[in-house]
């Protein structure tokens, strides 16, 4: 029985403590549009479709149904070299994942200016743990393209359609 009472004091400590730092689970992104065309795609068309969907947002299949449109231009990845060790064997990379994408009103005939997300990242890298590090360069990658997907909805977010006008 008190072991019963002590996790539920711990619990309800847990939540007061997180409750007054500040935190809250994610809301709602707060979109201005509710029907969304995309034109073109990239490897973070998937996420970032579930992600409108679950923000109320319809991706019709034409554009003239709606309210605002996106252009997924291009993405791509792009590994450096940051270091080297003594013997001349690389140390460290610089992993970089790019997305390009311009929006506009649908009811505009004129795009808005192009626009860039990138995310960085930087890696040790050993030829002895190649099969972990080969691993790990996927997740990294992985993380940046979620970033991504996070950074442009807030960047969708900001985008506000023409009011109609009236007939």
Known sequence: MTRHIAHHLTVLSLA???????????????????????????????????????????IV???????MMLELMS???EKRILSL????????FELFYRVKFRVRDASSELWGQEQLIESRR??????TELL???YEEAQLYEDMRRDATRELMRRLVAQKPKAKAAK
């Open 16 to 58: 007061f403590i997180m409750t007054a730092c500040g935190f809250h689970l994610r809301g709602l992104a707060d979109l201005s549009f509710n029907k969304l065309y995309i034109k073109g795609s990239s490897s973070i068309s998937k996420e970032l479709i579930s992600s409108l969907k679950t923000n109320g947002v319809t």
């Open 61 to 67: 299949k034409e554009p003239e149904d709606a309210e």
């Open 75 to 77: 993405d791509g990845v």
């Open 85 to 92: 060790g003594g013997s001349g064997s690389v140390r460290e």
């Open 122 to 127: 930087d890696f040790s890298y050993l030829d």
């Open 132 to 134: 972990a590090k080969s």
